[in-house]
């Protein structure tokens, strides 16, 4: 019997084969090891279990490249793609042929959300990357496997009222159409799932951000997660991503303002009304006032996550040229 982790021996071809030869290999032993050709023989179906996964890999091109790097172990890894690109780049350093066991930085920069979706506004940025407003922080909370990620967007104002929102999370079932190998009576590839044996579907999570919540903060849903082998479920890792607000500038529990001042308000002292998260507040402005002097107003910050404290509200005096 062929190697098991030899994959091109599995199927019977040469490591240099190409893809059609790879493929007609394929078909050959799904004729004659399909489960619907032989049903109730346990070993057959085993038989064309490994098949199909050896199938897999060397027909996916970015899977190949790894397996024939670093071997077997390296495909079962989550971070084949950026592997792959790394190989092509010969940015992957290696030590005795060993994969790297998870994406560099640079990498896990471009691989995106991953599986992970969101439904309030746009993604910004990768699924685990922290965020300040208008500018993200690199970060790798410890996510245990069997975990996921996902981003959360929401506006300054969602974020200072707190409340309930979802997030959608993609994950993996197995395909109906082929019973989960991958492939039809026929030795084609099965094209609900393309071959994977898996469909992605959907599914909207509930997540209930507190009052004020700070943009990049991780929020931990237990038992939210994909499903695990043993039937439980992972946790799901919501960070918040509060979007940066046109009118409105955060700082912790305080806010900022811009108020415009003519030449002789600002030469006068004037009483200018300022924006609040939720209506107006009249201030005076002091004479003599100077662009960029701030005119403090106490209590119309953000509440604390008590609910009994509040930031404060900084009116920026803006003057405006003349003419």
């Known amino acids: 019997m062929a190697d098991e982790d030899d ?9 240099d084969a190409d893809p059609e030869q790879i493929k007609q290999a394929f078909r050959t032993h799904a ?6 050709r032989n049903s109730g023989d346990a070993a ?29 172990h390296a495909v079962r890894e989550r971070f084949v793609e950026e592997m792959a690109r790394a190989v092509r780049a010969g940015e992957v350093r290696t030590n005795g042929g060993e994969a790297p066991r998870g994406p560099t930085p640079e990498a896990n920069a471009g691989r995106g959300a991953g599986r992970e979706r969101k439904v309030e506004g ?18 790798d909370p410890a996510v245990h496997s069997g975990d996921r990620r996902a981003d959360l967007v929401i506006t300054l104002r969602q974020a200072a009222s707190g409340g309930a929102h979802e997030v959608e999370v993609e994950e993996d079932a197995p395909c109906t159409s082929c019973r989960g190998t991958g492939w039809r009576p026929s030795g084609r590839q099965c094209t609900a799932c393309w071959g994977r044996g898996m469909r992605s579907q959907l599914r909207s999570v509930r997540v209930d951000v507190p009052v ?6 991780t929020l931990r849903l237990r038992g939210a997660g994909p499903s695990r082998p043993d039937g439980s479920r992972g946790d799901l890792h919501v960070t918040v991503v509060v979007e940066a607000d046109p009118v409105f500038r955060r700082e912790g529990l305080n806010l900022h303002v811009d108020v415009p001042l003519t030449p002789e308000q600002a030469a006068e002292g004037a ?22 002097q701030m ?10 996550s008590s609910g009994r404290t509040a930031g404060d509200l900084y009116v920026t005096v803006v003057i405006e040229p003349k003419g």
């Open 271 to 292: 009483e200018v009304e300022a924006a609040t998260l939720d209506g107006v507040v009249r201030v005076e402005v002091p004479a003599k006032a100077s662009a960029g």
């Open 122 to 139: 746009s993604v910004r940025a990768p699924a685990g990357t922290q965020w300040t407003e208008g500018r993200p922080a690199r970060s």
């Open 212 to 217: 004020s919540v700070v943009s990049g903060q």
């Open 7 to 15: 994959l091109y021996a599995l199927l019977g071809v040469a490591r």
């Open 295 to 304: 005119v403090r107003v106490r209590g119309h910050g953000l509440l604390g």
């Open 44 to 72: 057959e179906a085993a038989r064309f279990g490994r098949i199909a996964a050896a199938y897999s890999v060397l027909s996916d091109r970015d899977r190949r490249l790894v397996y024939d790097r670093f071997g077997l």
């Open 31 to 36: 004729r004659r090891l399909h489960p619907d």
